[in-house]
């Protein structure tokens, strides 16, 4: 909820190479995570290939011994969706936080599945159903 339109970028770092909307503090970027594609199969071409591999393996012999690397070039997608939440995103992300209500502690009401399927299914003329307000 604290995003601005600054925070977001479009990036070439899919494994897929298709640009993708993500925050630029996610900790998918430059993330060396070793690979999940194979073990999940989520992401692999038609010849059982995932491009982050690749890049993986090129900064693991690029740097024998380290302990961690940096993939800058791609990421790997299937681990940090499945394990972390991280998510690519919308251009209007950054608009969540005019969905909802800030709260006296200074966080945002999450909304309900429910209210922001309604909301998208029934508002017109770009008008935002904003939810009650709790206590």
Partial sequence: ??????????????????????????PAIGAGIRPGCESYGYLLDATGNCSYINSYNREVLANPGAKTIVVMDKTCLCTHMRNFNCWTCGHYTYRLKDTTHKLADGQYQILSAEHVFKDYQFSVDNQIALPEKQA
């Fill in 1 to 26: 909820m604290r995003a601005t339109e600054d925070d977001i970028e479009v990036n070439g770092i899919s494994p897929t190479g298709y640009p993708m909307r993500m925050l630029k503090s996610t």
